[in-house]
């Protein structure tokens, strides 16, 4: 496709719950981050893959959080045991580049914990 | 580490009105600087960059910003505001060489007929 798409859109889980968020970053860009954000705030770092290498993942704000890109295109972010704080929109980025200057953002999936 | 803060979390001018969005950086090395809009159930889009060539950085929609080293600063103005504008903008830093963009938490543009 013409960007990064992500995919569910929407994602309702009931606490407790294991969500998987997909990523198809821009077909050839070596880079992909995901950022978390909270209603009211802007996007905060999760972790950062260099083709299919996590190179950091600082910013995962538990063990609840895991992120892979086996092959180096598509990634998925997982939360496992889903807690009411979790509800946020989680954005995906690829860049073509193996440093930020040219990120290009996915819509987002926006997940609600109830 | 690096941060942007910006100044007004609500932002409402007039269609054909100046459209200013104030965004200052803290950072200890020369910083590449940011700014994004993100329209209602979409992601970021790049509006425009500063990568430490000319300080007066014009972007896409008639935006630009000016980097003022002196100030840290990197406000964001547009002449004459558009309906289409109403929207929320982002700054963020990054430095050279690294990968995470620090955002601000945002400001919401909304344009009166």
């Known amino acids: 496709g013409a960007g990064v798409s992500q995919s569910p859109r929407y994602k309702v889980a009931k606490r407790g719950q294991d969500v998987a968020l997909r990523c198809d970053p821009i077909?050839?860009?070596?880079?992909l981050f995901w950022y978390q954000q909270a209603l009211g705030q802007g996007p905060e770092f999760l972790t950062y893959?260099?083709?299919?290498?996590?190179?950091?993942k600082s910013g995962l704000p538990s063990d609840r959080f895991f992120a892979e890109r086996p092959e180096g295109s598509v990634s998925t972010l997982k939360i496992q045991r889903t807690q009411q704080e979790d509800s946020a929109v989680y954005l995906c980025?690829?860049?073509?580049?193996?440093?930020?200057?040219?990120?290009?953002f996915g819509q987002g999936t926006r997940l609600t914990v109830v | 580490a690096q941060s942007v803060t910006q100044l007004g979390s609500h932002v409402s001018v007039s269609e054909g009105a100046l459209v200013l969005l104030r965004c200052n950086y803290s950072?200890?090395?020369?910083?590449?600087l940011f700014w994004y809009v993100q329209y209602p159930n979409q992601g970021l889009q790049l509006l425009l960059k500063y990568t430490s060539a000319a300080t007066l950085v014009k972007g896409i929609n008639g935006f630009e910003a000016e980097f003022k080293k002196s100030e840290t600063s990197f406000h964001l103005t547009k002449p004459s505001a558009h309906m289409s504008d109403a929207a929320e903008y982002f700054c963020a830093v990054s430095v050279r060489n690294d990968y995470k963009l620090s955002f601000g938490a945002g400001t919401t543009v909304t344009v009166r007929a």
């Open positions: 077909s050839g860009h070596v880079s």
């Open positions: 893959f260099q083709n299919e290498a996590q190179l950091d």
């Open positions: 950072s200890s090395v020369p910083p590449y």
């Open positions: 980025a690829s860049s073509l580049l193996d440093t930020n200057t040219e990120a290009f």
